[in-house]
């Protein structure tokens, strides 16, 4: 497996794609995105989480009205195969996400998301990813693309309470989040939870909810002239030095130079 981060800014007009299969996750909400698939001009709605799998597809950008970063993964056959090795009975659903009429609505996907958060970090040099664990992120990933009936009755946090989950998160980012509070939405004990959470996404819960904070006070930044303090503060974060530290792991730069660099 591999993978790389990319920003772009608001942009109209023609930016011709080449054919690839890679998947990518948005980090950032989107409404109107205008793209030409395959000679097809679709119009898309983003939400955080947004994942196109794009399997050897002209994809070109038209429309984007703000910035946007994602990560790009690039999966190996080797990866997939075993896993197809291991369960005879899944099937693959590596199918393009360019697909139907002119306009359609990408879902999240949190599974995706968490790992996209992981490779991110990884990507600006805030943290190193072992072999081992490369691996692990690129089974789990191929794992969340197929389906395999016989989980299905073993494994609690299906893909319905993942995204009950993820709704949850999003709405109350600037509220207090407890572990409690997300185990009682899928009807499962905090301890197991906790266990269930991070063998699904990659990340533990507490994880998982910083890496959205940090996403939202990316937005203010961007997008607000609110001062970092003033973020930091209405995320419910009292300790500033502790979110500049953690957000420099997130994002490779300080929240003070981000918007500068972005305008750049």
């Not at 980090?27 to 698939?37: D, G, K, S, Y």
């Not at 940090?214 to 303090?229: G, P, Q, W």
């Amino acid at each position: 497996m591999s993978a790389a981060y990319g920003w772009r800014s608001a942009y109209s007009g023609y930016m011709p794609g080449k054919k690839f299969s890679k998947i990518e996750v948005v980090f950032t909400p989107h409404r109107n995105v205008l793209m030409e698939v395959d000679g097809k001009v679709v119009e898309v709605d983003i939400p955080p989480g947004g994942t196109f799998t794009r399997t050897r597809q002209a994809a070109s950008l038209l429309r984007l009205g703000e910035f946007s970063d994602w990560v790009a993964i690039y999966i190996d056959d080797l990866v997939a195969d075993t896993f197809a090795n291991w369960h005879p009975y899944a099937r693959p659903i590596f199918r393009p996400t360019f697909s139907g009429g002119r306009r359609f609505e990408l879902k999240p996907d949190i599974q995706l998301l968490s790992i996209a958060h992981i490779l991110r970090r990884a990507c600006v040099g805030a943290t190193s990813i072992s072999d081992v664990e490369a691996d692990t992120l690129a089974h789990l990933l191929v794992a969340t693309r197929w389906h395999d009936p016989a989980q299905d009755s073993r494994n609690p946090l299906t893909k319905a309470k993942l995204d009950r989950i993820f709704e949850f998160v999003e709405a109350r980012l600037e509220d207090q989040i407890l572990l409690s509070d997300l185990a009682d939405l899928v009807a499962i004990s905090p301890f197991h939870f906790s266990r269930l959470f991070k063998l699904a996404t990659g990340l533990a819960p507490y994880q998982y909810v910083l890496a959205r904070r940090l996403e939202r006070a990316k937005n203010l930044l961007l997008t607000t002239t609110l001062s970092v303090r003033e973020i930091a503060w209405s995320l419910g974060v009292d300790n500033v030095n502790h979110f500049r530290r953690k957000f420099i792991e997130q994002f490779g730069v300080r929240p003070s130079a981000l918007r500068p660099q972005v305008r750049r």
